[in-house]
């Protein structure tokens, strides 16, 4: 089975703080971790995943199989960054195409 | 298309009544996902097609739910004898193929049984 653990309901920070929302996720095989934004009023989209080991919109986030953790991260918040956060797991091995999601973070940036 | 379409946008319905959602994909798409949100939830999967076929169902709550593609293209999850814990936003995604590619998801149906 396939799970992901996101702990946090609601994060808040202020603008210009470090920002990490916690990921944790268990799958037995080798999994594709995913994290996805929703804008208010918007719909779902992907932010980052794993496989490209890339920054988007300053975001970043590194696959830990050791601690089958897959956190978000970035330095410095900004106001737009207020969104509902979900990780989101693809299991490669067994699990299909589907995708598993957290729970979700409701991230608000304060000024 | 823009992006994926989903009709309606909200559905209103009495308990016991049938619905049915739509889903207009990707042009191109080959792939093609149906998910439920809860209120205070993430995601959850119900089912995928590959072409016109349901690759993996196993996500259907039970069999008042139902899906179907015929052409490959446009979907409708139906879901007969609605009850209240029905009552959440239907996602739609779609995907070029298999594998690593992006899911693209439509802005949902809001469904509520009264």
């Known amino acids: 089975a396939q799970r992901v653990t996101q702990p946090e309901k609601l994060l808040s920070v202020f603008k210009g703080a470090p920002v990490e929302l916690k990921c944790n996720y268990s799958?037995?095989?080798?999994?594709?971790l995913f994290w996805y934004v929703q804008y208010s009023r918007q719909r779902l989209q992907l932010l980052l995943r794993?496989?490209s080991r890339e920054s988007i919109k300053g975001f970043t986030a590194d696959l830990n199989k050791g601690e089958t953790s897959f956190h978000l991260k970035k330095p410095f918040a900004q106001e737009e960054d207020s969104a509902m956060y979900y990780c989101?797991?693809?299991?490669?091995?067994?699990?299909?195409?589907?995708?598993?999601f957290g729970t979700g973070t409701q991230l608000k940036v304060e000024l | 298309g823009a992006g994926v379409s989903q009709t309606p946008s909200n559905k209103v319905t009495e308990k016991g009544k049938y619905v049915e959602l739509r889903c207009d994909p990707i042009?191109?798409?080959?792939?093609l996902y149906w998910y439920r949100q809860s209120l205070g939830q993430g995601p959850e999967f119900l089912i995928y097609?590959?072409?016109?076929?349901?690759?993996?169902d196993s996500g259907l709550p039970n069999d008042r739910f139902f899906a179907v593609r015929p052409e490959g293209s446009v979907s409708t999850l139906k879901i007969q004898r609605t009850e209240r814990g029905d009552s959440a936003v239907y996602l739609c995604?779609?995907?070029?193929?298999?594998?690593?590619?992006?899911?693209?998801f439509g802005q949902g149906t809001r469904l509520t049984v009264v």
């Open positions: 995604a779609s995907s070029l193929g298999t594998g690593s590619t992006e899911a693209f």
């Open positions: 799958y037995s095989g080798s999994p594709e």
């Open positions: 794993h496989i």
């Open positions: 989101a797991l693809r299991g490669v091995t067994g699990g299909g195409n589907k995708l598993t």
């Open positions: 042009s191109g798409h080959t792939a």
């Open positions: 097609f590959q072409g016109t076929g349901a690759a993996d």
